[in-house]
């Protein structure tokens, strides 16, 4: 047991893992500024202003892909929650830009947003009480949706809710927060949610150079949280999650406790989800609740099924490649995308269940091993082996 | 002899028609003094057209308003129609077509703002004797709005013509109303005994007024609060029973949504999440047939297309399931989560193909004429036909359901190949043939469900996404794999979501009940009817 781990973990921090992650980091960070502030525009290599956001964007969906790959491809929680906790973390960072606008809003009011002097709110109802201040905005966009994930994974997992039943209730609590945040009386902004953001920590959102730094942010973020994820998924605590991706009771009866692994991972993919919402907002400018929409969630996963469940760098890959289209898409033949969207939900399943990084990780073992019938485990759920039990 | 009853006859006919004639003289007397010189004498002219309650006074009284009505030199008073663009003049008491009149020989009657508060007054009492029976019974009701002395009379002579016991009963109730506050002591007391049988909010808000009248005798008074007492006790059953109907209605609509999921999730153990879509599907094939009957057969035959919709949309739904079963699902047999995206593709395609057929806005699907409508119950409880329908045709579709799946050989087949595949497989059983009409047989009750929803709401493509999570909820509440559970799942669903509506409101009480779901899975993960022993093993 021991051997195994650490050679898995020696196997995870390898050079050349290294050598791909600083390449990668060197494009990101350094090349994408570099082409956007010192190259002139409409030179072929310069990156227009208005492309940083957009980058920013994917990498926050990049985030939000990885978040969802580390609790499906590595616990086998399939969880159509996840868009939830995304948009609870976007909220907690729109409600500290609402409260920055001050007195530059329609109405001047120094403490109330617009829509609550609008709905004839007299004073700040309690939850929005200490929003001014980046450092609890801060906090609150990774304890929320973290506690919340935390509550309702623990209550599940404990009674051993598994498989399809954990995806149908993740999706309910998605819907219940949908409708919810649709609510004018619940304080959020209601239809309209949060939007009209001027500064964010006193930096004007809209200049070019604020957009680079929050572009930036999303970047640093993305690679910390990589090697988070990796970290998490190249421990022995990744292993007993594998083990019980594919044989849960098994590994019960072995000692372990599944509740407590599988409890702990998915509250730290629902800070990562949030963290990458809170980056998210103010990048679009907007956050309301049509993000918690139960679709939105089940979207992520076919990205990460697209990029290659239970590999990481598959989900980040997934999340840029089909965002990339879904705006080419959208702006080019707007019919053809959900089209598109769907067949890719069904063609990927059904043929490419491995994903792109799955695929070439396939070729490469058949590669190691020539001749030899046997490929890398496929991700496969509980039931399955249940079933073949039976 | 035969003389003898002829001329009991003929005594019996003039005594009958007396009455008419009188009051045909009556009217033209009456109406004479429209044409009065003073407003006083025109006013009064119109108050006794009010009291004498002719129908034939409407008309007359309604031109008088619009300017309409005209003196001729000799005094009679004539009407002015207008018909397809020539007027013409009639005779306003016998409604004859006047030639030897010019019209330029008329006299206006001119009628002030005061004359018109008249004539309005007039025209409320007469429409009493209206021959259209909404009018009356809605004269009956403003009665019992206002209550004034005067109409007594009036409403006991309408009562003697009333051949409507509905509208009998109204204007019972209106002049109970009327002598409550002008009647001698034993008039108003059997009001009150008459009134508290009764369930109308309103006759307990005139209760309530008549109950805080000063010195009131304290046998009236005592008899107010027993009849206010029994109102609203009868207030609180009939809303309880009308929150109850609510509640089993909207159950039957979630049932009819979640009993082909009850199917191809519940026996097969596929999620399907282009069930919704099937719903959908159905809808527009109803929405089809109402267009081809319409641009086909005569117009008498359009209250038939439902019938025809029916089995169209159980076929046609049923066709897309085992295309889809034979196409996707059967390759993912044993992989939930990957069954749950595939399927989650195809409702996006199947949306959008709809979309791009029919266009993104509401489609309108009427209701035949014998869906359409109500009836009251009781006070301020309505029952539509359409629930109704919906409601018993919900209970055939579970009833046949269950009858299929016990007491055919298809059922049968159903039942081993879900216990165990492979032991079926031995004993002959075709399993992929069972897998493609068990999945087509499913989507076919959506498609029907598609239908009986078109009937209550808009058809529209995303008509499915409003229906899915409800109907998985449904599902997994009642427990996986039998009917029973998804019956009583769905029903409890919806009674418990109507009686929560008037206390927390729509969305918050839709809301609680996802919440208390949610937990309740946490408790008894397999729901209220969890299967038990060796088929519960191998679901696991």
Known sequence: METRSTAGEANAWS????????????????????????????????????????????????????????????????????????????????????????????????????????????????????????????????????????VFGWLAFRSRVTGVYLSIITQAMTYALWLAFFRNDMGFGGNN??????????????????????????????????????????????????????????????GYSVTNAKAFVFTASAVLAGIAGALYVPQVGIINPSEFSPGNSIEIAIWVSVGGRGTLSGAILGAVLINLAKTWLTGAAPEIWSFFLGGLFVFSTLLFPRGIVGFFEQLRWARLWPGSSNSPPLPIDESVVAKEKA | MITGVLRLVALALFLALAPLAARAEDLAGVVSGLGGDSFAAKEQAIVALGKLGDPRAVPILQAMSDDRLRRAADGRIVLLVTAGGTTKLTDAVSGQELNDVASDNLDRIIVNNRLRGAIEAALGTLTLFSPDPAARLAAALDVLKHPSPDAAALLERAMAAEQDPDIHAAMQRGLFAVRLFAGSKEQELAAIRALALTTDPQIKNLLDEFRGKPDLDPELHKAADD???????????????????????????????????????????????????????????????????????PPGWLDAYLVVAVPVAFVFTGIVGIVLERSVIRFLYGRPLETLLATWGVSLILQQAVRSIFGSPNKAVANPSWMTGGFDVVGG?????????????????????????????????????????????????????????????????????????????????????????????????????????????????????????????????????????ILFIQRRPRGLFALRGRTAEAEG
């Open chain 2, 381 to 517: 409880f309505t029952v539509t036909w359409n629930r109704i329908y919906i409601i018993v045709f919900c209970f055939v579709v579970l009833v046949v359901l269950a009858l299929i799946l016990n007491r055919t050989s298809f059922g049968l087949h159903m039942r081993a190949v879900t216990q165990n595949r492979d032991m079926a497989a031995v004993m002959g059983i075709r399993t992929a043939r069972v897998d493609a009409l068990t999945f087509g047989l499913g989507s076919g009750i959506a498609g029907m469900a598609g239908v009986a929803l078109s009937q209550i709401g808009n058809v529209s493509p995303n008509l499915g996404t409003f229906y899915i999570v409800d109907s998985f909820l449904v599902v997994v509440f009642g427990g996986v794999g039998n009917l029973m559970g998804t019956l009583v799942g769905a029903l409890s669903l919806g009674i418990v979501n109507k009686f929560l509506e008037p206390v927390a409101g729509a969305i918050l009480g839709k809301i609680v009940v996802l919440v208390a779901i």
């Open chain 1, 193 to 254: 949610g949060l939007t009209d953001y001027k500064d964010i920590l006193g930096f004007d959102v809209h200049q070019p150079t604020t957009r680079l730094g929050l572009y930036l942010a999303s970047a640093v973020g993305l690679g910390i949280a990589y090697l988070l994820c990796r970290s998490i998924t190249a421990s022995k605590l990744g292993r007993v999650l594998l083990a019980l991706r594919d044989a849960e009771s098994r590994v019960r009866f072995l």
């Open chain 2, 227 to 297: 009849a206010l007492a029994s109102i609203n006790n009868r207030l609180r059953l009939t809303g309880l029973a009308a929150n109850l109907f609510e509640g089993i209605s909207l159950g039957s609509v979630l049932l009819l949504a979640a009993i082909g999921l009850a199917i191809t999730f519940g026996v097969m153990g596929v999620i399907n999440m282009a069930h919704g879509e099937m719903i959908m599907l159905g809808a527009y094939c109803a929405y089809v047939c109402q267009e081809v009957f319409i641009a086909v057969l």
């Open chain 1, 15 to 150: 050079i050349r893992f290294w050598i791909g992650f600083a390449l990668c980091g060197l494009v990101l960070v350094v090349l994408v500024p570099l082409l956007n502030r010192t190259v002139a525009p409409g030179s072929p290599f310069a990156v227009p202003d208005y492309l940083v956001p957009l980058l920013g964007k994917y990498l926050c969906y990049a985030m939000l892909a990885l978040s969802l790959d580390l609790v499906w491809g590595y616990a086998g929680i399939l969880s159509l929650g996840h868009g939830a906790f995304f948009a609870l973390g976007g909220y907690a960072m729109g409600m500290y830009l609402m409260r920055q606008i001050g007195t530059r809003g329609v109405y001047q009011n120094p403490v109330l947003p617009d829509f609550m002097v609008f709905l004839q709110y007299k004073e700040l109802p309690w939850f929005w009480w200490g929003f001014d201040h980046f450092a609890y905005a801060a906090a609150m966009v990774m304890l929320v949706p973290g506690v919340f994930a935390l």
